[in-house]
């Protein structure tokens, strides 16, 4: 079993294949509306570029800030008085207010101006906050290192800290790339009792969730598989609703082969489920969106023996 340390508070955002796939299955879901309307294609203005490298291989790292009002404005105003405050804080429970959304895009590959490969990250913010990132040194500092921890958590990169901002440079690269990014709810709510059949953990799972014990109330969920005309999925689509809880860094996920514990610090949830099929721990992806109140998980099934 491993812990799920993937919850970022972003708005969700998937690929081209992906976004084709999710709108073709969760068409019966939605009685026949356009499933396309879930994912908004969004076609950022240019912001600024900036240059680092990565710590695994020495490679440049170009990441470009884009805007865009699609992305949402964060809860709470970033003013450098704010950050200044919250300047040596080591509590995550203070920290974790001031998480920002952002749309961090699949990272690709391009080349310099030296022809040397280098590796590519969009992230889009909301307009209103790349205006202050622009004019306020302090904020563009707080920013950018949360853009940082984004990244590396997203996609297991590791950056160096010494960014340099490339002048007169918006954008890297030939084109600006769109992203998908989610505008509703992905998928109908359920009642926990309408779950998916469920099967016996492991003996192994089964004595290292032993030491949880329940504290919390069971939240409402929802499993959708997909494909969803098949025997034998390739993945499984989840979301809880967790309305009472304001912040990730409350959540504890743990997911088990084929199993999952959620529970909170605060002890206001607690969900324990057997899930109906093998998943690849490792792959599983979730994120948490503070407007919705929504943990949202992507769980690879494992290949059918």
Same mark, same amino acid.
């Given at each position: 079993?491993s812990t799920n /340390?993937s919850?970022?508070?972003l708005?969700?955002?998937?690929d081209?294949e992906l976004a084709?796939?999710?709108?073709q299955s969760? =068409? +019966?879901?939605n009685n026949?509306?356009?499933a396309?309307?879930?994912w908004?294609k969004?076609?950022p203005?240019p912001g600024? !570029?900036?240059?680092? +490298?990565?710590?695994k291989?020495?490679s440049k790292?170009?990441?470009?800030?884009?805007?865009?009002?699609?992305?949402?404005?964060p809860?709470?105003e970033?003013t450098e008085?704010?950050?200044?405050?919250?300047? =040596?804080?080591?509590?995550?429970?203070?920290?974790? $207010?001031y998480?920002?959304?952002?749309?961090?895009g *699949?990272?690709?590959? &391009?080349?310099? /101006?030296?022809?040397?490969? !280098?590796?590519v990250?969009?992230v889009?913010i /909301?307009s209103?906050?790349?205006d202050?990132?622009e004019? +306020? $040194?302090?904020?563009?500092n707080?920013?950018v290192?949360?853009?940082?921890e =984004?990244i590396e958590e997203k996609y297991g990169?590791e950056?160096?800290k010494?960014l340099k901002?490339?002048k007169?440079?918006?954008?890297?690269?030939?084109?600006i790339?769109? $992203?998908h990014?989610?505008?509703k709810?992905l998928?109908t709510e359920m009642?926990?009792v309408?779950?998916?059949?469920s099967k016996?953990?492991?003996q192994?799972d089964k004595e290292e969730?032993s030491?949880i014990?329940?504290r =919390?109330?069971?939240p409402?969920?929802?499993?959708?598989? &997909?494909?969803q005309?098949?025997?034998y999925p *390739?993945?499984l689509?989840?979301?809880?609703?967790?309305?009472?809880?304001?912040f990730?860094?409350?959540? $504890?996920?743990?997911v088990?082969?084929d199993?999952i514990?959620l529970q909170?610090r605060?002890?206001i949830?607690?969900l324990?489920?057997?899930?109906?099929f093998?998943?690849?721990?490792e792959?599983?992806?979730?994120q948490?969106?503070?407007i919705?109140r929504?943990l949202?998980m992507?769980l690879?099934?494992q290949?059918k023996?």
């Amino acid at each position: 079993m491993s812990t799920n /340390h993937s919850l970022l508070d972003l708005p969700e955002n998937i690929d081209d294949e992906l976004a084709a796939k999710l709108a073709q299955s969760l =068409g +019966s879901l939605n009685n026949g509306k356009n499933a396309s309307s879930l994912w908004e294609k969004v076609v950022p203005l240019p912001g600024m !570029c900036l240059k680092t +490298s990565s710590l695994k291989n020495n490679s440049k790292v170009f990441i470009n800030i884009c805007q865009s009002t699609a992305v949402p404005a964060p809860d709470r105003e970033i003013t450098e008085e704010l950050i200044v405050n919250l300047t =040596g804080t080591s509590s995550v429970e203070v920290l974790s $207010q001031y998480r920002l959304p952002m749309s961090i895009g *699949e990272p690709r590959s &391009e080349t310099d /101006h030296a022809a040397a490969a !280098c590796m590519v990250y969009d992230v889009i913010i /909301h307009s209103k906050l790349f205006d202050k990132v622009e004019k +306020s $040194q302090i904020v563009f500092n707080f920013v950018v290192s949360v853009i940082l921890e =984004g990244i590396e958590e997203k996609y297991g990169e590791e950056l160096k800290k010494d960014l340099k901002k490339l002048k007169n440079k918006k954008y890297f690269g030939a084109n600006i790339q769109e $992203q998908h990014v989610r505008k509703k709810k992905l998928i109908t709510e359920m009642d926990p009792v309408s779950m998916l059949p469920s099967k016996a953990a492991p003996q192994e799972d089964k004595e290292e969730f032993s030491a949880i014990k329940p504290r =919390g109330d069971t939240p409402r969920f929802s499993i959708v598989q &997909e494909p969803q005309d098949v025997d034998y999925p *390739e993945f499984l689509l989840m979301e809880v609703q967790l309305p009472k809880i304001k912040f990730s860094s409350t959540i $504890q996920l743990d997911v088990g082969e084929d199993r999952i514990v959620l529970q909170t610090r605060t002890g206001i949830y607690f969900l324990d489920i057997d899930l109906p099929f093998d998943v690849v721990q490792e792959d599983v992806g979730a994120q948490f969106n503070k407007i919705t109140r929504v943990l949202s998980m992507t769980l690879p099934v494992q290949p059918k023996q």
